[in-house]
């Protein structure tokens, strides 16, 4: 498993969605994403059948915990490894406690404690999946594709997301909730072979020492950029701090590790070096403030806040489910136009008045008259926080040192899938006390103010995509 065929550091790659190493890449994330969302189906279910309503919601929220407390770690142990091998391992740990389950689920009826049990584990091992997830593209493409690969994992996941709720349906309806967990295991092993065959992209060796954590011993030489001493930049990245790089315009980001003091060093201070690193950078910094107040605006509305409101204007549950379909189409076109594109200029600029407008929509989400207009903004919304959203996370990829990516994606996914889920609860009390309206409004300037972060930040605003 640790065998890996490098690709030339020094190449110029093909347009992403026309290589196959990358293809092989999006095969197995999206096989993955698919046994994910079946995963979640079996054990809604699964925790229905066994237990009474508030236990089925504790054992799906349990595994929020570890994922949030297990975060900031999990981006260390993705850029001290290598974000393939995490992902290999994670896998392999959530296949094999999906189908343990489901056998368990098939010889016997042992209630909810191996539910609890296996939401734990899937959220542990989440907290290190994702960073390793964001941090896996610059692995395997060149800087300029990496726009064009945000826009294709957004389309997985948007497939993903269309997929796998009927199959996991169609899982349960012919087996039980056994099945739908033998299912899932199944689709997340699909992933590891694909995995295992993607070729990884050759960091510098000097690079590789930069980033402290040892050199990598002769049994990871075949994983070369992927050990605890390959963590440093990818050829052709953009030198930090390099005088080229002030002299085109482009915000000189913040200085490397010094190589003169490289040496191993401890989890934690990976960690607090991480931390420091996306602190004083110019575009980084921001770019993380506005992606967290952009989510607390947008996630509260567009979940419980949307349910809230169907059942105030009489739409049911059939028109919450044509609006959120408006919302996934919109959000589908805009990784699509990313996919082809391969980019957009003026990114930063781009993505604060996407923001913006889309603050603007979310707002007059709760003002529309009827579910067909109420389709037409939730497509808007999901044009714009698309697209929004597709910028920021390119640009999150291409302004981070590869050496950090992985605690950077683990900061970024701390704040949407950490703090942002708080907002659910505090969106519905207020929608008790004072309608939905006044919060839908208050919802929408949180989320205007991230747009407002990424203009007047003028680093940001002038962040633009290679190419």
């Not at 999990?74 to 290598?82: E, S, T």
């Not at 689920?105 to 584990?121: H, K, R």
């Not at 900061?411 to 004072?434: C, E, K, Q, T």
Request: with cysteine; glycine share 16%; hydrophobic share 55%.
């Amino acid at each position: 498993m640790t065998s890996t065929l490098i690709a030339p550091g020094t190449a110029i790659g093909k347009p992403a969605h026309r290589d196959p190493n990358v293809l092989r890449w999006l095969a197995a994330y999206t096989s993955s994403m698919v046994g994910d969302s079946v995963y979640y189906i079996a054990l809604s279910w699964a925790a229905v059948q066994q237990g009474s309503p508030a236990q089925a919601g504790a054992v799906m929220a349990v595994s929020a915990v570890p994922r949030a407390l297990l975060m900031l770690g999990g981006g260390v142990i993705a850029d001290r490894f290598g974000p393939r091998r995490v992902v290999i391992g994670s896998d392999l740990v959530r296949c094999a406690a999906g189908l343990s389950v489901a056998a368990l689920l098939f010889l016997t009826s042992p209630g909810l404690w191996p539910l609890a049990l296996l939401a734990v584990v899937f959220g542990t091992v989440d907290a290190v999946f994702m960073p390793a997830v964001g941090a896996l593209p610059a692995r395997v493409t060149t800087r300029d594709q990496l726009a064009r690969v945000q826009g294709m994992r957004g389309l997985a996941i948007r497939f993903a997301s269309v997929v796998g709720g009927p199959l996991g349906g169609l899982a349960v309806a012919l087996g039980g909730a056994a099945a739908a967990f033998g299912l899932a295991g199944l689709l997340i092993a699909v992933s590891v072979p694909l995995l295992i065959s993607v070729r990884m992209r050759e960091l510098a060796v000097d690079d590789k020492a930069e980033a402290g954590g040892g050199s990598a011993d002769a049994g990871d030489a075949g994983d070369a950029g992927e050990g605890a001493g390959g963590r440093g930049a990818a050829p052709g990245a953009a030198v930090l701090g390099a005088p080229d790089s002030e002299a085109r315009g482009a915000p000189a980001p913040a200085p490397a590790p010094d190589k003169a003091s490289a040496r191993p060093t401890t989890p934690l201070g990976d960690l607090k070096a991480g931390l420091r690193y996306i602190r004083a950078h110019r575009v980084l910094a921001p770019l993380m403030l506005a992606i967290a107040l952009g989510d607390l605006g947008f996630v509260g509305p567009l979940n419980v806040g949307l349910t809230l409101l169907a059942d105030e204007r009489g739409w049911g549950a059939s028109g919450m489910g044509w609006v959120l379909s408006g919302f996934g189409v919109g959000a589908g076109a805009a990784a699509l136009l990313l996919t082809v594109r391969g980019r957009l200029p003026h990114a930063g600029h781009v993505a604060g008045w996407a923001i913006l407008a889309g603050s603007v929509a979310i707002g007059a989400l709760a003002f529309v008259p009827g579910v067909p207009a109420a389709v037409g903004v939730a497509l808007l919304v999901g044009l714009l926080a698309g697209l929004s959203g597709a910028l920021c996370g390119a640009l999150l990829q291409t302004q981070a040192d590869p050496a950090y990516l992985g605690r950077v994606t683990a900061v970024s996914s701390l704040v949407s899938l950490g703090f942002a889920p708080l907002s659910m609860p505090l969106s519905a009390a207020a929608i008790g006390a004072w309608g939905t309206g006044p919060v839908f409004v208050g919802s929408a300037a949180v989320c205007g103010l991230g747009g407002v972060v990424a203009l007047c930040v003028r680093d940001l605003r002038r962040a633009e995509l290679p190419g």
